[in-house]
């Protein structure tokens, strides 16, 4: 079955720590979305890449950082300079930009990360 | 600058009670709208969407049309079910006149409960 996966489900972290979140599609997807969730804010986008090799900042960039080396893979890193990272973290992907389909976005089941 | 705005929840309701959802927007150009529906523990799933104005989008029996007069997309369905008990999020996909298509802009999600 095609999907998005997001691994691991819950996370914890001391306080201080890097933590790199997992997020892998096989939909052949160009376009790969981080987006952090917070109770009563919606979806917040952090990072997106339309393609591989490049990414670009959304509107809540700071203290975390992406790569994109494969075009299956997407991972985030939420460094120690992110004031306050506990959150719901949530994948996405689409097919790549000048599509009709571009912003049907598939989501993959999220990670919670918890800062002990 | 885009924005949405989805009405406050949480919206409780009976089973077979008629639901809707008000959802406006700002945007420049030409938007497309969608729903996207969350239940819980788990990521979005996309349940309806609009490219253009006076498009009526339908899944699973609930509809929404796209009312450019009234800058408006909002959710309805006749007869709800205790399944359909979720967090629903308006977004909208601003294009601008060049034709080159924006991200995401998501409202802040609207928490509905269906009682037996």
């Known amino acids: 079955d095609g999907g998005i996966t997001q691994s691991p489900k819950y996370l914890f972290r001391k306080e201080g720590q890097n933590v790199t979140l997992s997020c892998e599609q096989n939909l052949n997807h160009d376009a790969m979305y981080w987006y952090r969730q917070d109770p009563g804010q919606g979806l917040r986008l952090i990072y997106y890449?339309?393609?591989?090799?490049?990414?670009q900042k959304g509107d809540i960039a700071e203290g975390y950082s992406v790569s994109r080396e494969k075009k299956e893979s997407f991972p985030l890193t939420v460094t120690s300079a992110q004031k306050n990272p506990t959150a719901f973290y949530l994948c996405?992907?689409?097919?790549?930009?000048?599509?009709?389909?571009?912003?049907?976005?598939?989501f993959g089941p999220g990670t919670r990360l918890t800062v002990l | 600058g885009n924005s949405v705005t989805q009405m406050e929840g949480p919206v409780t309701l009976s089973e077979e009670a008629f639901l809707t959802i008000n959802c406006t927007y700002t945007?420049?150009?030409?938007?497309?709208l969608f729903w996207y529906v969350q239940y819980p523990g788990e990521g979005l799933q996309l349940l309806l969407k609009a490219t253009k104005a006076d498009d009526k989008g339908s899944n699973k029996g609930f509809e929404a049309t796209y009312r450019k007069e009234t800058t408006s997309f909002h959710l309805e369905k006749g007869s709800v079910q205790v399944s359909d008990s979720a967090v629903y999020f308006c977004a909208l996909a601003y294009m601008n006149y060049g034709g080159s298509q924006g991200n995401l802009i998501f409202g802040k999600g609207t928490k509905l409960s269906v009682k037996p």
């Open positions: 890449s339309q393609i591989v090799n490049d990414f």
């Open positions: 996405a992907s689409s097919i790549g930009q000048g599509t009709r389909s571009y912003n049907e976005q598939f």
């Open positions: 945007a420049t150009g030409y938007p497309s």
